[in-house]
C-alpha cells in the first residue's frame, strides 16, 4: 500500500476542521477547588494565551526570585507577609495547566461500585505532570458523590458533570475538550490500570517518537484473568497505520477498537481523528478506529499489559438490550461511506465488509439477550444493510465463511440474492 504520509503529523479527514478534534460540545460542569462550576467547551487554547504565557512567566519568576525550579507550580506565601501574592499563584497555575504531559480521560456512568477500583489506580499512576480528568455522565447510582470526595484537594483532578446522560461518546468528548497534556489515554470508570502503567506507557510513546501507541490489555470476567494481545505481530517498531489495516481475512488492528488500549498524541486531537461520534451509543470505536488508522502518520505496538478491562458489568451497554445495541449497524453504515471517498476504497471494501458481516453474525446470535421488538428491528435493519453493501464484495466474504455463519448471513439476506457456497 503506498501513499505520501508525513511522518510526524495526520492527514486531515476531509470535510473536517480543527476544531472537530476539540469537540463541539454543549456546556457540562467543571470542579475547581471543591466546588461545581459551568465549564464551556474549549476549541484550542484561548485568544492571546502567548502574552499570557509571558506575563505568567514575568510574575512567576518577580514571586519566586526568578529560580527555574519553581516556575511550575504557584509560588509560596513568603513568611515576612500574611498575605499571598495572588496574580503570582494563579500565573503558575496557569503555567501547572500548559505543562502536563500526560491527560487521562475518563468516563463514569452509574459504577459507583465498580469506581474506587478505577480511582485507586490512578492514584498509583499519579505524577506531578499527569492530570485525570473525570467525566460524570450523569449518574443516579452516588457516582457523582465519589468522585467529588475523591477529587476534593487532589492536584492535577478535575471533575466534569453532565447534567443529564448523554452516552461514552458524548463523555469522552467532554474530558478530551479539557485536554491539556501533550498526550492522552483513556479508561472507562469500571476498569483499573495496574501501579505505575502510565509512566511507561508514557516513556513508550516518547522513545517512539509516533502519533500512537497500541498495548495489549488484560480481560476480567469475575475472578479469571485472560491476556488480549493487539493483532499486530509486530512489536516495538514505527509502523504506518494504514498498513497494519489489511489483510482482509485475518485479525488486524481494526479489529482491536479499544481506544484506552493505547496513548495518543495531542496532534492527532488537534487534527480531529480523535472525536467520536455522538449520535451512536454502542460500536463508536469502529468507525473511530478506521479512521486512525487511515489519516494518521506513524504508530507502533509494544506488549505493555497494565489496562484491566471488566466484562459483564450490569450497567455497560452490552449487557442492555435495548435499541441502543443496533447502533453497529449506522456505524459500519458510515464507515463503509468514508471508505467509498478513499483513494485506496476498493483494496480496503473487503476488509470492512467482512468486518461487518462478522459483527452482524454476532449481534444475530445473541439476539436472545434482546428485547423482542429490538430484536425483530434488527433483523430488519441487517436486511437492509445488506442490500446496501457492494454487493460483489458481499458474495466474496460469504463464500469466505464457515458454512454456519454464512447460513445466517444467507437468513439475514432473505433469498435476495444467490450466494456461492464456499
Not at 3 to 31: M, T
Not at 116 to 130: E, G, K
Not at 136 to 141: A, M, N, V, Y
Amino acid at each position: 500500500m503506498r501513499g505520501d504520509r508525513s511522518v510526524n503529523k495526520p492527514v486531515r479527514l476531509p470535510g473536517k476542521d480543527e476544531s472537530q478534534g476539540r469537540g463541539n460540545l454543549s456546556p457540562g460542569e467543571l470542579r475547581t477547588n471543591g466546588r461545581w462550576r459551568r465549564s464551556p467547551p474549549r476549541t484550542g487554547l484561548p485568544p492571546g494565551v502567548r502574552r499570557q504565557v509571558e506575563s505568567a512567566k514575568d510574575r512567576v519568576r518577580r514571586g519566586a526570585g526568578g529560580n527555574s525550579a519553581t516556575a511550575a507550580r504557584p509560588p509560596r506565601e513568603s513568611p515576612e507577609s500574611s498575605v499571598p501574592d495572588r496574580d503570582a499563584q494563579a500565573s503558575a497555575g496557569l503555567l501547572e495547566r500548559i505543562h502536563v504531559k500526560l491527560s487521562v480521560v475518563v468516563p463514569f456512568y452509574n459504577v459507583r461500585a465498580y469506581a474506587p477500583d478505577a480511582l485507586r489506580s490512578l492514584a498509583a499512576n499519579a505524577r506531578s505532570d499527569f492530570e485525570f480528568i473525570l467525566v460524570d455522565d450523569g449518574s443516579t447510582d452516588g457516582t457523582s458523590e465519589l468522585l467529588e470526595s475523591w477529587g476534593r484537594d487532589r492536584p492535577r483532578v478535575r471533575l466534569i458533570r453532565h447534567e443529564r446522560n448523554r452516552g461514552i461518546s458524548a463523555t469522552r468528548n467532554t474530558g478530551m475538550a479539557e485536554v491539556g497534556g501533550r498526550y492522552l489515554t483513556f479508561l472507562d470508570g469500571d476498569d483499573w490500570f495496574a501501579p505505575g502503567y502510565l509512566p511507561r506507557l508514557l516513556d513508550a510513546i516518547e522513545g517512539f517518537g509516533c502519533d500512537f501507541v497500541r498495548t495489549d490489555h488484560v480481560r476480567c470476567t469475575g475472578s479469571s484473568r485472560e491476556i488480549h494481545r493487539a493483532p499486530e505481530a509486530r512489536r516495538d517498531e514505527v509502523l504506518s497505520p494504514r498498513e497494519s489495516i489489511l489483510p482482509a481475512d485475518r485479525s488486524t488492528m481494526v479489529d482491536y477498537p479499544y481506544s484506552w488500549a493505547g496513548i495518543y498524541h495531542r496532534r492527532l486531537l488537534d487534527g480531529g481523528l480523535l472525536h467520536f461520534d455522538e449520535d451512536l451509543h454502542t460500536a463508536e470505536d469502529r468507525p473511530w478506529i478506521w479512521r486512525l488508522h487511515r489519516h494518521a502518520g506513524t504508530y507502533a505496538v509494544t506488549g505493555l499489559r497494565g489496562v484491566f478491562y471488566r466484562r459483564a458489568v450490569a450497567t455497560s451497554l452490552t449487557q442492555i438490550g435495548d435499541v441502543r445495541q443496533l447502533d453497529f449497524v449506522p456505524a459500519f453504515d458510515r464507515l463503509l461511506k468514508e471508505l467509498a471517498e478513499d483513494p485506496e476504497a476498493e483494496l480496503l471494501l473487503p476488509k470492512a465488509v467482512r468486518t461487518y458481516l462478522a459483527v452482524m453474525v454476532h449481534h444475530r446470535r445473541n439476539a436472545d439477550r434482546l428485547q423482542r421488538g429490538v430484536a425483530r428491528t434488527m433483523r430488519t435493519l441487517c436486511a437492509d444493510a445488506l442490500r446496501r453493501l457492494p454487493q460483489d464484495h458481499l458474495d466474496e466474504a460469504v463464500a469466505a465463511m464457515d458454512s454456519d455463519r454464512a447460513a445466517t448471513i444467507r437468513r439475514l439476506r432473505g433469498g435476495l440474492t444467490a450466494v456461492v457456497a464456499r
